[in-house]
């Protein structure tokens, strides 16, 4: 049986998404949850995907600074029950999706992207060369 594209995600799936992420990020900011290695090492929550049936949540995050991802992995791996508790006194919903967290590498790329894109060999060929274009030549 061949498997059917992905639909995009509902208006309804998007907004209870973005109140997720609001609600994990103000407890990280405000010390709700305390551990250690997310004292020493803050991150940011970067977005929160739920599946179509809204019991998985897929929390993308960074480390504000860059650096050790996998600290920062594993303590909010510690501190999941609490996060999803705090969400659930947030957030009103009929089941709270459960939390798994992945480490948002689109910063990294977008770097990565911006320093091709500034090398001298990729710059020449961004350079506006109208001289041989006759369509941009004034009557």
């Known amino acids: 049986m061949a498997k059917q594209p992905a639909k995009?995600?509902?208006q309804r799936q998007?907004?209870?998404?973005?109140?997720?992420?609001?609600?994990?990020?103000?407890?990280?900011?405000?010390?709700d949850i305390y551990d250690p290695d997310l004292t020493r090492r803050p991150v940011t929550i970067t977005g929160v995907n739920l599946s179509p049936d809204m019991r998985n949540a897929m929390v993308s995050f960074t480390p504000l600074g860059g650096g050790e991802a996998e600290t920062s992995m594993k303590a909010l791996m510690r501190q999941k029950g609490h996060l999803r508790n705090h969400v659930a006194n947030t957030v009103h919903m009929k089941y709270v999706p459960a939390l798994r967290f992945?480490?948002?590498?689109?910063?990294?790329?977008?770097?990565?992207?911006?320093?091709?894109?500034?090398?001298?060999?990729?710059?020449?060929d961004l350079v506006d060369d109208r001289s041989g274009d006759p369509e941009d030549e004034d009557d």
Not at 14 to 29: G, M, P
Not at 107 to 112: E, K, S
Request: hydrophobic residues 45%; negative net charge; aromatic residues 2%.
């Open 8 to 10: 995009a995600p509902s």
């Open 14 to 31: 998007l907004r209870v998404a973005e109140e997720i992420r609001q609600a994990l990020s103000q407890a990280l900011e405000r010390g």
């Open 102 to 124: 992945v480490e948002d590498k689109s910063f990294d790329v977008a770097d990565h992207i911006g320093a091709l894109l500034r090398d001298p060999h990729v710059a020449q």
